[in-house]
């Protein structure tokens, strides 16, 4: 076609069907794309459409939505997570991220409130709240980058009313349950349960502890791998000290734990423990135990949430009541309010 015909900006290419215009974008590049037109006046028309909307956002500094699809944003999401996640938590995004990318409309532009509402009401029929909340969770952040990346106008999953999730019960062993449980575990499972009930640690920072980390001589081991992404340092105990001195040392870089899978410690930890008639428990209910103990030998809530890696002292509460020095603190502060209320005895 000659040049002449394509300087109004509509034009039809040789190698594919169908109508095209030419623009220069509000950045000032030049732009060609196909746009659903069936004759040259339909074309002209759709182009005018993209130049008044450029001259609009233009004047009033505001962006259309891009046409980026959901699963491209998600996959950009995704890689912008590796660098902010640790290894193991990324590695459970990918099952999210599938579940969101079925659910949700093609263009990331059609999410809507409605589209986010309607996924929490269908999701809350067949998984827990609390998966509904992360799944939730991670579409909100996927959206919120979506605005800062300019493909997106808003973030519709924001402020998106969630089931409300069941506190449960932060499930303990007794001292006699967990030496049960340790009796009946095989080999490869007691070093991580002993530590998590010893320590406090995570499942994950126990599992990816190397040797380089681990400071027997002064006690302690180094967590580079925390689920807040800081470093923090553990001290042990002598109970503690004697599991990691049990086990065969590696490198340096080598894992303490090697041969364990994440996955296949938490279902094996359940069976065992079913075994030995323990009900409600999981591995991390080890770590209840740890913080458990601490605060009914006294230890304060502060001092406890130091040792668990908590960020707020609102998350260490949850033991609160297992306190005998804060429950007595707190009920005998009645003495004072009904003091002389009692009548003399007769």
Same mark, same amino acid.
């Given at each position: 076609?000659?040049?002449?015909?394509?300087?109004?900006?509509?034009?039809?290419?040789?190698?594919?069907?169908?109508?095209?215009? =030419?623009?220069?974008?509000?950045? %000032?590049?030049?732009?060609?794309?196909?746009?659903?037109?069936?004759?040259?006046?339909?074309?002209?028309?759709?182009?005018?459409?993209?130049? &008044?909307?450029?001259?609009?956002?233009?004047?009033? %500094?505001?962006?259309?939505? =891009?046409?980026?699809?959901?699963?491209?944003?998600?996959?950009?999401?995704?890689?912008?997570?590796?660098?902010? !996640?640790? @290894?193991?938590?990324?590695?459970?995004? $990918?099952? +999210?991220?599938?579940?969101?990318?079925?659910?949700?409309?093609?263009?990331?532009?059609?999410?809507?409130?409605?589209?986010?509402? /309607?996924?929490?009401?269908?999701?809350?029929?067949?998984?827990?709240?609390?998966?509904?909340?992360?799944?939730?969770?991670?579409?909100?952040?996927? !959206?919120?980058?979506? *605005?800062?990346?300019?493909?997106?106008?808003?973030?519709?999953?924001?402020?998106?009313?969630?089931?409300?999730?069941?506190?449960?019960?932060?499930?303990?062993?007794?001292?006699?349950?967990?030496?049960?449980?340790?009796?009946?575990? @095989?080999?490869?499972?007691?070093?991580?349960?002993?530590?998590?009930?010893?320590?406090?640690?995570?499942?994950?920072? +126990? !599992?990816?502890?190397?040797?380089?980390?681990?400071?027997? /001589?002064?006690?302690?081991?180094?967590? &580079?791998?925390?689920?807040?992404?800081?470093?923090?340092?553990?001290?042990?105990?002598?109970?503690?000290?004697? *599991?990691?001195?049990?086990?065969?040392?590696?490198?340096? %870089?080598?894992?303490?734990?090697?041969?364990?899978?994440?996955?296949?410690?938490?279902?094996?930890?359940?069976?065992?423990? /079913?075994?030995?008639?323990?009900? $409600?428990?999981?591995?991390?209910?080890?770590?209840?135990?740890?913080? =458990?103990?601490?605060?009914?030998?006294? *230890?304060?809530?502060?001092?406890?949430?130091?040792?668990?890696?908590?960020?707020?002292?609102?998350?260490?509460?949850?033991?609160?009541?297992?306190?005998?020095?804060?429950?007595?603190?707190?009920?005998?502060?009645? $003495?004072?309010?009904?003091? %002389?209320?009692?009548?003399?005895?007769?």
């Amino acid at each position: 076609m000659p040049k002449a015909k394509e300087r109004d900006g509509v034009f039809q290419r040789k190698d594919r069907s169908g109508w095209w215009v =030419s623009y220069v974008d509000g950045s %000032g590049t030049r732009k060609k794309e196909k746009v659903t037109a069936a004759t040259r006046t339909q074309a002209m028309t759709a182009l005018a459409q993209i130049k &008044t909307r450029i001259e609009r956002e233009s004047i009033l %500094g505001v962006k259309s939505a =891009s046409e980026i699809t959901t699963a491209d944003l998600l996959a950009r999401f995704k890689a912008y997570q590796k660098a902010h !996640l640790r @290894p193991t938590t990324f590695a459970r995004l $990918d099952g +999210i991220l599938e579940t969101l990318k079925a659910a949700l409309p093609v263009q990331a532009k059609e999410i809507t409130r409605g589209v986010v509402a /309607a996924y929490i009401l269908k999701r809350s029929e067949t998984v827990s709240a609390g998966s509904v909340a992360k799944e939730v969770s991670t579409l909100r952040h996927a !959206l919120r980058l979506a *605005v800062e990346w300019e493909l997106l106008t808003a973030n519709p999953a924001q402020g998106a009313k969630l089931p409300k999730q069941s506190e449960g019960r932060t499930r303990y062993l007794s001292p006699t349950e967990f030496k049960a449980a340790l009796e009946a575990a @095989p080999e490869w499972m007691r070093g991580p349960m002993a530590l998590a009930a010893f320590t406090g640690m995570r499942r994950g920072e +126990i !599992l990816g502890l190397c040797w380089k980390d681990v400071d027997l /001589a002064h006690q302690r081991v180094y967590l &580079t791998e925390t689920k807040n992404g800081t470093l923090r340092v553990v001290a042990l105990n002598a109970l503690a000290v004697q *599991v990691l001195q049990s086990l065969p040392v590696g490198c340096p %870089g080598q894992l303490v734990f090697p041969d364990v899978d994440a996955a296949r410690l938490s279902v094996y930890t359940r069976r065992v423990f /079913a075994s030995v008639g323990i009900a $409600d428990a999981s591995f991390h209910s080890l770590r209840h135990t740890a913080a =458990s103990w601490l605060v009914m030998e006294g *230890v304060d809530l502060y001092a406890v949430g130091q040792i668990l890696g908590h960020k707020t002292p609102r998350m260490t509460q949850r033991y609160a009541h297992l306190s005998p020095g804060y429950m007595a603190a707190a009920v005998n502060k009645l $003495d004072g309010v009904f003091a %002389g209320a009692l009548p003399e005895p007769k």
